[in-house]
């Protein structure tokens, strides 16, 4: 399984970015996605989770600025980000939880995109 991640840039504060994440290989169903985030000196924080369902979960921080959505026929995970601030800097990784055709769980994760916001 492979989540290829995109969509990461350098991004003036208030400015917004979307980051989309493409999910292939033996996938039989996939229920959690989700994004996650890593600055510099700091462990790694959830940012956003979505079910399978559509339902969906977000840190404190990103409240209101955010919003994940998934397209389950594509198996693309999505993250609009608006209103950014200088402490959204940051690699962003999805990851993925399912099922392989041989009933394997799975927990996937993507390469990380790096996320920049700077005057």
């Known amino acids: 399984v492979q989540l290829q991640a995109s969509g990461g840039g350098l991004v003036q504060p208030g400015g917004s970015l979307r980051l989309s994440c493409a999910a292939s290989?033996?996938?039989?169903?996939?229920?959690?996605m989700g994004w996650y985030r890593q600055a510099p000196g700091k462990q790694r924080e959830m940012v956003a989770i979505i079910t399978s369902g559509g339902i969906a979960n977000y840190a404190d921080s990103v409240k209101g600025r955010f919003a994940i959505s998934r397209d389950n026929a594509k198996k693309t995970l999505y993250l609009q980000m608006n209103s950014l601030k200088p402490e959204d800097t940051a690699v962003y990784y999805c990851?993925?939880?399912?099922?392989?055709?041989?009933?394997?769980?799975?927990?996937?994760w993507g390469q990380g995109t790096q996320v920049t916001v700077s005057s």
């Open positions: 990851n993925l939880r399912g099922i392989s055709s041989s009933y394997r769980t799975l927990d996937a």
């Open positions: 290989g033996d996938i039989l169903s996939i229920n959690n």
